[in-house]
């Protein structure tokens, strides 16, 4: 054959003709654990890899971090995000949570929630979203802005429906709204305070020599017609000042029922969750579980709803619960799916969420277009 001229498939590997290295009789060597000490990468290395040294970096903004030195973590975490080559996604990803979480610390929040949306962007699958999310949530709930903490919770729900935790929260979360009022509300109740205020301190005053208290001031105006149409004028402002306060307490009322509505719903929610996944845990697990469902008993007599008022709630929230479902839904991962089909899997707006979950429950209370809450307050 010609020096050069090989058969298809006549290459082999040196190692092939390799002999197998001969097995020493006894016992193997018994096995050692590489040994690090502690902050072993604050100490000088010659690597001539350059991701190595951003990682070794990184674990210095860790430890930053941890000491709670927040500037000095922002900075490492910032020159490593200048010199990662785009194709590392991972530390990139880390590194970035880094510098949100330091933001925040540093009272930084509207830099950190930049931060969060940006790697929401990036992301291209649900376990990025989800840690995204996450952290969009512990921002959020740091600056203790509920409406931002409520749509973080209804989209990590929207990604993990079968998440009883989650849910838990977002109870949580509905309890602590509560809505302040409004200006118009607020100088209206300052208008008829006073108003009344003055009455009541006319009527302190008994007139000299009689033991019934008078309410009309020592001189009277002489127009006597005057007097009528000032008084008439006055009663109108009182009553007007007085609808437009209980028109604002009904409304803050309303509200803040609905609110209690969709935190029972979530709670009920959570609870059916819990009982499913209860036969499979153990230990802790298990207790955890068991005590977390006796605290909802528990804050379901808070509410004081009707047991058949529960029981629609239940059955509404309870529709999709199939333990095949959820054994699939534990597993699924939308792998390289991009930020446009992870997109799709998440709600916009808190509307949304509640056309999808307390669209029925509305819909039952108030057949006829009547308000939600007239009718659940009729039912509770």
Same mark, same amino acid.
């Given at each position: 054959?010609?020096?050069?001229?090989?058969?298809?498939?006549?290459?082999?590997?040196?190692?092939?003709?390799?002999?197998?290295?001969?097995?020493?009789?006894?016992?193997?060597?018994?096995?050692?654990?590489?040994?690090?000490?502690?902050?072993?990468?604050?100490?000088?290395?010659?690597?001539?890899?350059?991701?190595?040294?951003?990682?070794?970096?990184?674990?210095?903004?860790?430890?930053?971090?941890?000491?709670?030195?927040?500037?000095?973590?922002?900075?490492?975490?910032?020159?490593?995000?200048?010199?990662?080559?785009?194709?590392?996604?991972?530390?990139?990803?880390?590194?970035?949570?880094?510098?949100?979480?330091?933001?925040?610390? @540093?009272?930084?929040?509207?830099?950190?929630?930049?931060?969060?949306?940006?790697?929401?962007?990036?992301?291209?699958?649900?376990?990025?979203?989800?840690?995204? @999310?996450?952290?969009?949530?512990?921002?959020?709930?740091?600056?203790?802005?509920?409406?931002?903490?409520?749509?973080?919770?209804?989209?990590?729900?929207?990604?993990?429906?079968?998440?009883?935790?989650?849910? !838990?929260?977002?109870?949580?979360?509905?309890?602590?709204? !509560?809505?302040?009022?409004?200006? &118009?509300?607020?100088?209206?109740? =300052?208008?008829?305070?006073?108003?009344?205020?003055?009455?009541?301190i006319q009527s302190a005053f008994t007139h000299p020599g009689k033991d019934c208290f008078l309410c009309f001031p020592e001189t009277l105006p002489e127009?006597? /017609?005057?007097? /009528?149409?000032?008084?008439?004028?006055?009663?109108?402002?009182?009553?007007?000042?007085?609808?437009? /306060?209980?028109?604002?307490?009904? !409304?803050?009322?309303?509200?803040?029922?609905?609110?209690?509505?969709?935190?029972?719903? &979530?709670?009920?929610?959570?609870?059916?969750?819990?009982?499913?996944?209860?036969?499979?845990?153990?230990?802790?697990?298990?207790?955890?579980?068991?005590?977390?469902?006796?605290?909802?008993?528990?804050?379901?007599?808070?509410?004081?709803?009707?047991?058949?008022?529960?029981?629609?709630?239940?059955?509404?929230?309870?529709?999709?619960?199939?333990?095949?479902?959820?054994?699939?839904?534990?597993?699924?991962?939308? =792998?390289?799916? !991009?930020?446009?089909?992870?997109?799709?899997?998440?709600?916009?707006?808190? =509307?949304?969420?509640?056309?999808?979950?307390?669209?029925?429950?509305?819909?039952?209370f108030c057949p006829c277009g009547n308000r939600f809450q007239t009718e659940i307050q009729m039912l509770a």
């Amino acid at each position: 054959m010609e020096t050069g001229c090989w058969w298809l498939g006549g290459e082999f590997e040196d190692s092939v003709f390799e002999e197998r290295r001969e097995r020493r009789p006894g016992p193997p060597a018994s096995y050692r654990a590489k040994h690090c000490e502690p902050q072993w990468f604050y100490e000088e290395t010659e690597s001539s890899d350059d991701v190595e040294a951003l990682t070794l970096k990184k674990f210095k903004g860790d430890l930053a971090y941890r000491r709670q030195e927040y500037q000095k973590a922002l900075l490492e975490y910032s020159s490593i995000s200048e010199k990662l080559p785009s194709t590392n996604f991972a530390l990139k990803r880390d590194v970035q949570e880094g510098r949100a979480r330091c933001l925040v610390r @540093l009272g930084r929040a509207a830099e950190a929630l930049e931060v969060a949306a940006n790697l929401e962007n990036k992301a291209t699958n649900t376990d990025h979203l989800t840690t995204v @999310l996450q952290l969009q949530y512990a921002i959020c709930s740091s600056l203790q802005n509920l409406e931002k903490t409520i749509l973080c919770l209804q989209k990590l729900i929207s990604l993990h429906p079968f998440d009883p935790w989650n849910w !838990g929260k977002l109870a949580e979360a509905y309890l602590s709204l !509560g809505p302040a009022p409004s200006a &118009s509300c607020a100088s209206s109740q =300052k208008q008829t305070r006073s108003t009344f205020s003055d009455k009541s301190i006319q009527s302190a005053f008994t007139h000299p020599g009689k033991d019934c208290f008078l309410c009309f001031p020592e001189t009277l105006p002489e127009n006597p /017609v005057f007097s /009528v149409e000032a008084s008439g004028s006055t009663e109108q402002k009182n009553e007007s000042a007085l609808g437009s /306060v209980q028109s604002c307490v009904a !409304g803050r009322e309303a509200v803040l029922l609905e609110a209690r509505v969709k935190a029972c719903a &979530s709670l009920i929610r959570t609870r059916l969750l819990l009982q499913l996944t209860q036969s499979q845990q153990t230990s802790f697990a298990l207790e955890k579980n068991l005590r977390t469902q006796q605290e909802i008993e528990d804050k379901m007599k808070e509410f004081g709803f009707k047991e058949d008022t529960l029981l629609l709630i239940a059955e509404v929230m309870g529709e999709d619960i199939v333990s095949e479902k959820i054994k699939d839904e534990v597993h699924t991962e939308v =792998k390289c799916a !991009g930020p446009t089909a992870l997109a799709a899997l998440v709600i916009a707006s808190s =509307k949304e969420f509640e056309e999808k979950w307390f669209r029925k429950i509305k819909d039952h209370f108030c057949p006829c277009g009547n308000r939600f809450q007239t009718e659940i307050q009729m039912l509770a």
